[in-house]
């Protein structure tokens, strides 16, 4: 009886800027970025003094005047990341928190059209007709200019349509005030028709002597849609689209995509990456990386021996952040009025099929110790990014941690409902979905400390852990490890870790 009480009370641990200004009203429905019309350079900020006690200070302090009933504030946070946010499973539950806490101001930025398939996005409604061609900047063959989004949409054929409006099957993201389209200014650039609805309600060149940003806004009144239709005189790219709102509010935009890591990003073009983030106007810039990063490095170093491949692991760490870091301080220049999140990557199971075969067959703590349930470069590439964003003035928020820290995606994947997917790498719609509302939890308690001049740093809650488990023998086996130096302790425990391998045998 003992071992079971071990191990249900092993998993009933549970740990737990300035002053916005209002936004002008536009003087016509359409906008072309550098003219004197485009709103995104008029809304622009000036440079905030930073609040040395707080690294979100700034971010928080839009919140509070949000909080305090103005009726234009609004916070805008911009979330670039890997396929941990590509999905919105993660991003879509942090937002809607924090959009039911402080209003809906406006969807933000999409990936133009349908990126990839099976490209979900939630609370946003987006189409494109079947003649676009996707670029990646992620593909080994693709050629640049590429936005903040790293990817584009083109087309040189006639009737070619994107559009965009609000949200209809969801209560957030139900309004939207304008959608912005955008797209590349280029020698040779051919026409677009802009449409409201099915009313025609402008034509606009996209031809420029060099490249740029060019911005193409549609007013909608309430429950229009904008669309973007290709006229046919010449080659058309777009980067993105921005959907925004005028009431007071947050808006949560994600540039995210399957496999991406910083370094891919870097190969946007830093005037157009400079001017798309400029135009969304962040409070606050969230940076997701770090899973990708650490396959890469752990490929480099397999077959070294332990020692080596340790050493290996930590100058690969260094590598790969030093591209965060240049994306980092590229898009941070855009915004000089936000603050920074780095968010640090999840816990991650290498070889999942080995690792369980490796522990079916462990008969002591040194024989569990040795099957490696998580990659080390996850945590090599976690601890540089961290030290990287405290250089740079950013806060910190460690998916690992809150998962429960090292080994933890195997209990995740062993869970009741699963919580990791079989790859021992992603997560599934309930794990996503559970991260997601813990640093919303997180972000919302910190803010209520700093409104109080407790200016404590972001803390990471622990997620409750699974009160079931039904093929993972993870929270015994970290129990053999705590109870080693105690006889009686350490042989419940193994009774109990045997008790577990033996039901995954039968």
Same mark, same amino acid.
């Given at each position: 009886m003992?071992?079971i009480?071990?191990?249900?009370?092993?998993?009933g +641990?549970?740990g737990?800027?300035?002053?916005?200004?209002?936004?002008? @009203? /536009?003087?016509?429905?359409?906008?072309?970025?550098?003219?004197?019309?485009?709103?995104?350079?008029?809304r622009?900020a000036?440079a905030?003094?930073?609040?040395?006690?707080h690294?979100?200070a700034?971010?928080?302090q839009?919140l509070?005047e949000i909080?305090?009933?103005?009726?234009?504030?609004?916070a %805008?946070?911009?979330?670039f990341?890997?396929s941990?946010?590509a999905?919105?499973s993660?991003?879509g539950?942090l937002r809607?928190?924090?959009?039911?806490r402080?209003?809906?101001?406006?969807r933000?930025f999409?990936l133009?059209?349908? /990126?990839?398939?099976g490209?979900a996005?939630?609370?946003a409604?987006?189409?494109?007709?079947?003649?676009w061609?996707?670029?990646?900047?992620?593909s080994a063959?693709?050629?640049?200019? *590429?936005?903040?989004? $790293?990817f584009?949409?083109?087309?040189?054929?006639a009737?070619?349509?994107?559009?965009?409006g609000?949200s209809?099957?969801? =209560?957030?993201?139900?309004?939207?005030d304008?959608?912005r389209f955008? $797209?590349?200014?280029?020698?040779?650039?051919?026409?677009?028709?802009l449409?409201r609805?099915?009313?025609?309600?402008g034509?606009?060149?996209?031809?420029?002597?060099?490249l740029?940003l060019l911005t193409?806004t549609v007013?909608?009144?309430?429950?229009?849609?904008?669309q973007?239709?290709?006229?046919g005189?010449?080659?058309?790219?777009?980067l993105?689209s921005m959907?925004?709102r005028?009431?007071a509010g947050?808006?949560? =935009?994600?540039? &995210? *995509?399957n496999g991406a890591? &910083?370094?891919?990003?870097?190969?946007?073009n830093?005037?157009l990456?400079?001017?798309?983030?400029a135009?969304?106007? /962040?409070s606050l810039?969230v940076? $997701?990386?770090?899973t990708?990063e650490?396959?890469?490095?752990?490929?480099?170093t397999?077959?070294?021996?332990p020692?080596r491949?340790g050493?290996?692991?930590e100058?690969?760490?260094?590598?790969?952040? =030093?591209?965060?870091?240049?994306?980092?301080?590229l898009t941070?220049s855009?915004?000089?009025?936000s603050?920074c999140?780095?968010?640090?990557p999840?816990?991650?199971?290498?070889n999942?099929k080995?690792?369980?075969?490796c522990?079916?067959?462990?008969?002591?703590?040194?024989?569990?110790?040795l099957c490696? !349930? %998580?990659?080390?470069?996850? $945590?090599a590439?976690s601890?540089a990014?961290r &030290?990287m964003?405290?250089?740079e003035?950013c806060a910190t928020?460690?998916?690992a941690?809150?998962?429960g820290?090292?080994?933890?995606?195997?209990e995740?994947?062993? =869970?009741?409902p699963?919580?990791?997917?079989a790859d021992? !790498?992603?997560l599934?719609?309930?794990?996503?979905?559970l +991260?997601g509302?813990?640093l919303a939890?997180?972000?919302?308690e910190?803010?209520e400390?700093?409104k109080?001049?407790?200016s404590?740093?972001?803390?990471?809650?622990?997620?409750? /852990?699974?009160?079931?488990?039904?093929s993972g023998? @993870?929270?015994?086996?970290?129990?053999? *490890?705590e109870?080693?130096?105690?006889?009686?302790?350490?042989?419940a425990a193994?009774?109990?870790a045997?008790?577990?391998l033996a039901?995954i045998r039968n």
């Amino acid at each position: 009886m003992r071992p079971i009480l071990l191990l249900i009370a092993l998993l009933g +641990i549970a740990g737990c800027n300035g002053c916005s200004q209002p936004r002008p @009203m /536009p003087a016509t429905g359409l906008a072309l970025s550098g003219d004197p019309n485009d709103l995104a350079a008029a809304r622009r900020a000036t440079a905030l003094p930073r609040d040395n006690g707080h690294p979100l200070a700034r971010f928080y302090q839009r919140l509070a005047e949000i909080d305090g009933g103005s009726k234009t504030a609004q916070a %805008s946070v911009l979330h670039f990341g890997d396929s941990h946010s590509a999905s919105d499973s993660f991003t879509g539950p942090l937002r809607e928190a924090l959009v039911t806490r402080f209003g809906d101001g406006g969807r933000g930025f999409l990936l133009p059209g349908l /990126p990839w398939k099976g490209y979900a996005q939630r609370c946003a409604d987006y189409e494109m007709s079947g003649g676009w061609q996707r670029v990646r900047a992620a593909s080994a063959d693709s050629t640049p200019p *590429f936005g903040m989004g $790293a990817f584009r949409l083109e087309t040189g054929t006639a009737g070619d349509t994107v559009s965009r409006g609000p949200s209809r099957r969801c =209560s957030l993201g139900t309004d939207v005030d304008r959608v912005r389209f955008h $797209a590349l200014a280029q020698p040779g650039g051919g026409s677009v028709d802009l449409y409201r609805g099915d009313e025609l309600i402008g034509r606009r060149s996209t031809a420029a002597d060099e490249l740029g940003l060019l911005t193409l806004t549609v007013e909608l009144p309430a429950g229009g849609s904008a669309q973007l239709s290709a006229v046919g005189d010449g080659p058309i790219a777009l980067l993105g689209s921005m959907g925004e709102r005028d009431a007071a509010g947050i808006s949560y =935009s994600v540039a &995210a *995509f399957n496999g991406a890591q &910083a370094s891919q990003f870097l190969r946007g073009n830093s005037a157009l990456v400079t001017a798309e983030v400029a135009a969304a106007e /962040p409070s606050l810039l969230v940076y $997701a990386f770090g899973t990708n990063e650490a396959w890469g490095v752990a490929g480099q170093t397999d077959g070294l021996p332990p020692g080596r491949r340790g050493a290996g692991i930590e100058r690969g760490a260094a590598g790969v952040t =030093s591209s965060l870091q240049k994306w980092l301080k590229l898009t941070r220049s855009a915004a000089p009025s936000s603050d920074c999140l780095v968010l640090l990557p999840p816990d991650a199971t290498r070889n999942p099929k080995q690792v369980r075969a490796c522990l079916e067959a462990a008969a002591t703590p040194a024989e569990v110790e040795l099957c490696n !349930v %998580s990659e080390p470069a996850v $945590a090599a590439v976690s601890a540089a990014f961290r &030290a990287m964003a405290e250089s740079e003035g950013c806060a910190t928020w460690d998916m690992a941690a809150a998962m429960g820290g090292e080994g933890s995606m195997w209990e995740w994947m062993a =869970s009741v409902p699963t919580r990791g997917q079989a790859d021992g !790498v992603h997560l599934t719609s309930t794990g996503y979905g559970l +991260i997601g509302a813990r640093l919303a939890g997180d972000l919302l308690e910190n803010f209520e400390l700093w409104k109080r001049g407790e200016s404590y740093a972001l803390p990471t809650g622990r997620i409750e /852990p699974s009160a079931q488990t039904v093929s993972g023998c @993870m929270p015994a086996m970290r129990l053999m *490890f705590e109870a080693y130096d105690n006889t009686a302790l350490a042989d419940a425990a193994n009774s109990a870790a045997h008790l577990c391998l033996a039901r995954i045998r039968n």
